[in-house]
């Protein structure tokens, strides 16, 4: 027995029902009796939604995220909980690593907790594969399911994400614009942020008439020796680039590395741009040039769209966020 | 109503009355009927220590740190939430930053929520003043309080320390048989570990009939752009040194950094030590020799204690584990 049941029944959207449980102004009285009739009816006594009426409610939310050491997710851990402290929710912490098996363990047990609603942290909790979400699809029939930069369509699932496509669409154009004809590419992941950045270099190529080859486009684990290992054979190779562009800071980290060991000038020689300006960025000698994809902003905006769905208020179920380029060190412009 | 009730009442410790709980053959026969009579008659229903009777506890563990986003926090973090949900426990979490009052709050609020035990993760949470941690040895009558790297002596509070002052020392000792005599030492905090460090350089510089020079300890914001500017304005007073031993990573990145700045070979001119050995230890060109502090290991410890403590058995009030020296490219040894 949910809201579900009780939306379904009285022939009106989930919303609705929300905004009845939650007192709002919105909900014509025709429509308010026939929620509260079914209500009634069904004997519902209301939970997750019911922030109004204060019943039923363990006041607490669950966070999910691969790896809470992982800079960017720590960040966002971070952030959410304060976010979450400041209107009064506890938060549990599951870190699940990169198993779909063990994250749908956990998903599942923060459900039987009867937390309020479930937040997933970063990109890689949503699986390329439809299939492999429907377990997420199906639980947020009976709680809000948010997304920090991950996207996933669904009536209750929320998105906010960080316009990573503009992000690295305007990098490349800075370093074809300074004067880079052969930019390496080199990325982490094949999630949905993944492949906006992707999408995002092609563009700029295309845009500016350059060819997209292949070659140019590799992939590495997150790790700075990794990618300066990839980096130093590559150019062993004779594969000839004057620019990188990492998914990451700390391949951007490796790319320095790697122009300290073979004696390139930076950014004479080469160019670099890292993601997410980590502190990171201000380590190397030159220090970074990096985008800044918000994750502060997009934590705030999650919270924020969480609340509106608690308050039955309307919410856009996607919040875009502009990333910024951070000019430092690594880069002629 | 609780378990020291029951225990000033039988006359028998906590953890008698935890095994009594827990049905541990440790325990007379003549005790634990004592122990039984007295809980009935006060009419007690076992809840935080009551693991084996499955009553009375929410299987929640709160863990407390002054910032998640700090890499060293946030490894804590992921080995304690990993660490717990391995023992069927959740987390939740609170980041209370730096201001006591706030800290005082969020525990509050966690002991509010019946939580099994409180953690505190890292040695900032521990007060110089004994009267600011009254909060926290009064909440320990009711619930067991565990510190990661932090010391607060308590019947019921678990600490589980790094050899601090053991590591600094060796690491001092180390660069002083490579040949350096002015050995600055740069450090955040004066916390319980911070003050550590510093003992454990003073140990070594006695020991090696050197001279302690105030000139030679320095505090500095965790912050690398702050410990290159701390360390290019002593440079520019005059001061002479020729290593320098950081409390953490970041200070240390800070010292490559000010030596690539005014042109210092390192190690050759200028040895460098951090402490944590974390990803920014390999961030930097020549890698950091740094102090790996084992925050794995003091997770787990952590974890094991407490897992002893809900079992009953005797577990140690403190628990030292050493650190590793890890040596890179800024040292001669």
Redesign the interface.
């Known amino acids: 027995m949910n809201i579900y049941d009780v939306s379904r029944k009285a022939g009106v959207s989930i919303a609705t029902v929300s905004r009845v449980l939650n007192g709002s102004p919105n909900v014509s009285e025709r429509t308010r009796a026939l929620v509260l009739d079914v209500m009634d009816e069904l004997g519902y006594t209301p939970n997750v939604f019911a922030r109004g009426l204060g019943l039923g409610t363990i006041q ?1 939310i669950g ?1 999910m995220c691969s ?3 992982d ?1 960017y997710l ?2 966002a ?2 952030y959410l ?2 976010g979450l ?1 400041a209107h009064g929710y ?6 699940t690593g990169n198993s779909l098996e063990t994250r749908q363990k ?1 998903f599942n047990l923060l459900r039987s ?1 009867k937390v309020d609603a479930i937040i997933l942290a970063g990109s890689k909790l949503v699986e390329m594969e439809p299939e492999d979400n429907r377990y997420i699809i199906d639980a947020s029939k009976s709680l809000p399911i948010m997304l920090v930069n991950g996207c996933l369509k669904g009536e209750n699932i929320y998105s906010t994400v960080c316009d990573d496509r503009a992000a690295t669409h305007e990098a490349t154009s800075k370093l074809i614009s300074s004067g880079c004809r052969d930019i390496l590419y080199v990325y982490t992941s094949h999630s949905y942020s993944g492949v906006n950045k992707l999408k995002g270099y092609q563009d700029a190529l295309t845009g500016c008439g350059l060819p997209i080859r292949e070659p140019y486009i590799r992939r590495c684990p997150k790790d ?2 990794a990618a300066r290992e990839m980096l130093l054979r590559l150019h062993g190779c004779g594969l000839k680039f004057d620019a990188v562009l990492a998914s990451d800071d ?1 391949l951007a ?1 490796g790319a ?2 790697y122009a ?1 060991a073979v004696g390139r000038g930076i950014p004479d020689s080469l160019s670099i741009i890292g993601y997410n300006n980590s ?2 960025a ?4 030159p220090e970074l040039t990096s985008i800044d994809s918000k994750i502060e902003d997009l934590c705030t905006a999650t919270i924020n769209t969480l609340m509106g769905v608690f308050n039955g208020s309307n919410v856009p179920s996607r919040t875009t966020i502009a990333a910024d380029l951070i000019k430092r060190a690594t880069t002629k412009f």
């Open positions: 607490t966070i790896d809470s050491s800079p720590a960040h851990i971070y909980e304060q402290r506890d938060s549990i912490l599951c870190c956990y907790k700075v020796a700390t980290v320095v590395k300290h502190s990171y201000l380590c190397t000698d």
